[in-house]
């Protein structure tokens, strides 16, 4: 079956066969297999989040498939997972990465169906030199992303085939390196050949234009899509925090795998300013930290729980129904990079 092409047409969209260069990435430790879904049969790149990291591996490993499962069932087309490459204080990676990567592996060579929609595998935060080879092997596309552009030719280098510039203005993990989308994502896309897709930030058809116009073939959105009429997984608590917050309401906090953004309040307080946690309890806090945000999902507590979010959310004041949106937001980003531009250019006169 061809892929279907929509307004934007690049080496990106062809790579993973889907109409527009628009993506809704990894949201977790929380349930996305239904705004995945929306996103995907709107033409975009939906991601199943990765649901935490429990006890017990293998449990978690079990609900993250639960949810990949159940994507399947609500879409033919393709879709992502997300994993981050978690590391501890002295640099080694974390089980959960290793044990999430095989059920995903796994999930795909034992369903044939599956494996067709579950295209795409993104890793973030570590490293992920050592998963290369057994994405490719299993036949899927390697997105990494990273915060700097040591990190990008990094991953390049090691074989992935599509990198996401993350600006600290970016929703959840901020990169440590604190370099802006508007600065990183230039460099990036001279220092690789790869596509590579801006993530942070981005919330319309303009963000998306102005990505392409700084050499990226897309955008992946977290926030954009967390305020959509489609996210129903979500308290509507969270997306209310969301839809209410202002400018300087976020703020960059010590997080999971290194900084994270996510709005000022009574949590994130207690943890900003704060070094990062490397003692023996450090994993026990990382699951306090996990739980927060759950809670936050689950029960609608942002006042007291991490209510993570990117900076874009001062500039989002309604939902939106995402199968309108993601064509209508490719459609924008076309008519932006055909008129506006060109409207503002001056008339040459002759001098002298
Ligand atoms: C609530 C929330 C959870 C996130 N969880 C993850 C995650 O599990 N893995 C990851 O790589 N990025 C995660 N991110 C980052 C997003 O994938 C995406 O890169 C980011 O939201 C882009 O910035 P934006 O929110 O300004 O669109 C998260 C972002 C948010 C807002």
Redesign the pocket.
């Known amino acids: 079956m061809d892929a279907p092409t929509g307004p934007i047409a690049n080496r990106w969209t062809r790579l993973v066969g889907v109409a527009h260069p628009i993506v809704q990435?990894?949201?977790?430790?929380?349930r996305t297999p239904r705004l995945a879904a929306a996103v995907s049969n709107a033409g975009g790149l939906g991601?199943v989040?990765?649901p935490g990291m429990p006890e017990d591996l293998e449990a978690g490993a079990r609900l993250f498939r639960d949810h990949i499962e159940e994507c399947a069932t609500l879409t033919d087309r393709p879709f992502a997972v997300?994993i981050?490459v978690g590391v501890d204080a002295n640099g080694e990676v974390l089980p959960f990465t290793d044990v999430y990567i095989r059920m995903v592996l796994d999930a795909r060579a034992a369903d044939a169906e599956l494996a067709r929609r579950l295209t795409v595998l993104?890793?973030?935060?570590g490293f992920p030199g050592a998963y290369v080879d057994r994405i490719h092997d299993a036949g899927m596309v390697h997105q990494h992303?990273v915060g700097s552009t040591r990190q990008a030719v990094k991953a390049a280098q090691a074989g992935v085939d599509v990198v996401?510039a993350?600006?600290f203005?970016?929703?959840?993990?901020a990169p440590a390196a604190m370099v802006h989308t508007y600065v990183l994502v230039p460099s990036v896309t001279e220092a690789v050949d790869v596509p590579v897709l801006l993530?942070?930030?981005?919330?319309d058809g303009r963000g998306l234009a102005a990505a392409l116009a700084m050499g990226a073939e897309g955008?992946?959105?977290?926030?954009?899509?967390?305020t959509s009429r489609d996210n129903s997984d979500w308290h509507p608590a969270y997306i209310q925090a969301l839809l209410d917050a202002r400018e300087g309401d976020d703020v960059a906090f010590d997080g999971v795998y290194g900084p994270c953004?996510?709005l000022r309040n009574a949590a994130s307080d207690e943890l900003v300013g704060r070094g990062r946690h490397g003692g023996s309890d450090a994993v026990a806090e990382t699951r306090w930290k996990i739980e927060s945000?759950q809670r936050a999902?689950t029960e609608g507590d942002v006042e007291h729980s991490l209510v993570?979010?990117?900076?874009?959310?001062s500039a989002i004041r309604e939902l939106v129904d995402v199968a309108e949106f993601v064509p209508a937001m490719a459609q924008e980003a076309a008519d932006v990079l055909r008129g506006v531009v060109g409207s503002q250019l001056g008339t040459p006169v002759a001098v002298g």
């Open positions: 990435e990894g949201l977790g430790p929380f991601t989040s990765m997300n981050p993104t890793t973030s935060a992303k996401l993350a600006g203005e970016m929703g959840g993990h993530t942070g930030g981005a919330r955008v992946a959105m977290g926030t954009r899509f967390i953004r996510g945000m999902q993570m979010t990117g900076q874009v959310a």
